[in-house]
């Protein structure tokens, strides 16, 4: 095999993830386990809605050759459900030809343990107790945020990606959230030339970044080809604290394609025209907002990342 599971940019997804789940979900909460799984055996064969990471997982999966060893990404589901009432999302996978063939059913457990057994660089779920302990305990890890966003039909995959709390630790989020704007500046023009520590998706990145070489290698090949992966830097950061941004991605020999040091300027006015299709941020601030034009991703790390959370 050309690609083991450990070569492979994996992202691990619950199905309350890529299918939107809020018709069972109902009849769980209102009715019981047993007419949950009732509507379940009696929807089989529907098709489940499009979820918040369903652009962005299709696109992903597209990034793949037909050639068998020319398959770099990997998705794989993890789900709440058992085998049984899980069939549903399995023939909405397959009718979708989304291409994923390894599922793990933990009748109601946490899936997030297994992430490391599929060598995953991300798991995405709608499930805010799962992030909160995967990231405990050092797994990459995001809640997506629901949301009224039309995608779009270009073949493209953009992903967006806050800097603090996201990609980087958030050592320097501490000094802005404890000190202040003024100290936090001064202190990161002193630090401009220190990396900062990775944070919990800067492996996502890794992977990205290995996938847009493969893709700039083909288009060498095939000068007909042209590269549809695309990241971005999406930050409240601005000069001088911009300068520790591209030092921490220059120590980790990483590029991005785009980025946006706004100053703490409202997020979505780049959102909404670089449309991307997910968005990662830290703060619920951000994400939030975010969320209704944009697929948005909230990753609750960090001294800032906790506020304003909703309980459940």
């Given at each position: 095999?050309?690609?083991?599971?450990?070569?492979?940019?994996?992202?691990?997804?619950?199905?309350?993830?890529?299918?939107?789940?809020?018709?069972?979900?109902?009849?769980?909460?209102?009715?019981?386990?047993?007419?949950?799984?009732?509507?379940?055996?009696?929807?089989e064969?529907e098709?489940?809605?499009?979820?918040?990471?369903?652009?962005?997982?299709k696109?992903?999966?597209?990034l793949?050759?037909k050639?068998?060893?020319?398959?770099?990404?990997?998705?794989?589901?993890?789900?709440?459900?058992?085998?049984?009432?899980?069939?549903?999302?399995?023939?909405?996978?397959?009718?979708?030809?989304?291409?994923?063939?390894?599922?793990?059913?933990?009748?109601?457990?946490?899936?997030?343990?297994?992430?490391?057994?599929?060598?995953?660089?991300?798991?995405?779920?709608?499930?805010?107790?799962?992030?909160?302990?995967?990231?405990?305990l050092?797994?990459?890890?995001?809640?997506?945020?629901?949301?009224?966003?039309?995608?779009?039909?270009?073949?493209?995959?953009?992903?967006?990606?806050?800097?603090?709390?996201?990609?980087?630790?958030?050592?320097?989020?501490?000094?802005?959230?404890?000190?202040?704007?003024?100290?936090?500046?001064?202190?990161?023009?002193?630090?401009?030339?220190?990396?900062?520590?990775?944070?919990?998706?800067?492996?996502?990145l890794?992977?990205?970044?290995?996938?847009?070489r493969?893709?700039?290698?083909?288009?060498?090949?095939?000068?007909?080809?042209?590269?549809?992966?695309?990241?971005?830097?999406?930050?409240?950061r601005?000069?001088?604290?911009?300068?520790?941004?591209?030092?921490?991605?220059?120590?980790?020999?990483?590029?991005?394609?785009?980025?946006?040091?706004?100053?703490?300027?409202?997020?979505?006015?780049?959102?909404?025209?670089?449309?991307?299709?997910?968005?990662?941020?830290?703060?619920?601030?951000?994400?939030?907002?975010?969320?209704?034009?944009?697929?948005?991703?909230?990753?609750p790390?960090?001294?800032?990342?906790?506020?304003?959370?909703?309980?459940?």
């Amino acid at each position: 095999m050309a690609y083991p599971i450990e070569d492979k940019l994996v992202v691990a997804v619950a199905s309350s993830a890529l299918f939107d789940l809020s018709q069972p979900d109902e009849v769980f909460r209102t009715q019981g386990e047993e007419a949950y799984r009732a509507h379940q055996r009696s929807h089989e064969h529907e098709l489940l809605p499009a979820g918040v990471a369903y652009p962005f997982v299709k696109r992903l999966l597209s990034l793949n050759g037909k050639d068998p060893g020319d398959r770099p990404v990997e998705v794989v589901l993890l789900s709440r459900n058992d085998p049984d009432t899980g069939m549903r999302v399995m023939r909405s996978i397959e009718a979708l030809d989304l291409g994923i063939e390894r599922a793990v059913f933990t009748s109601g457990r946490a899936p997030w343990p297994f992430l490391p057994s599929f060598n995953a660089s991300l798991f995405l779920t709608a499930v805010r107790e799962d992030v909160r302990e995967a990231l405990q305990l050092g797994h990459p890890a995001g809640c997506v945020l629901h949301g009224d966003f039309q995608d779009n039909i270009d073949a493209e995959l953009r992903i967006a990606f806050d800097f603090d709390g996201v990609l980087a630790d958030d050592a320097a989020e501490r000094v802005y959230q404890e000190e202040g704007l003024e100290r936090f500046q001064e202190t990161e023009k002193a630090r401009a030339s220190e990396a900062l520590n990775p944070g919990p998706l800067k492996r996502l990145l890794d992977g990205l970044s290995t996938v847009q070489r493969l893709e700039k290698a083909r288009r060498d090949r095939d000068p007909d080809y042209v590269p549809r992966l695309r990241t971005a830097i999406v930050t409240a950061r601005s000069a001088p604290a911009l300068e520790r941004v591209i030092t921490t991605l220059r120590s980790w020999n990483l590029r991005v394609d785009q980025s946006f040091f706004l100053g703490g300027m409202d997020k979505r006015r780049v959102l909404d025209v670089w449309h991307p299709h997910i968005f990662f941020d830290d703060q619920m601030s951000h994400a939030g907002p975010a969320s209704a034009s944009t697929p948005s991703v909230h990753v609750p790390f960090g001294i800032a990342g906790m506020r304003n959370v909703p309980a459940a």
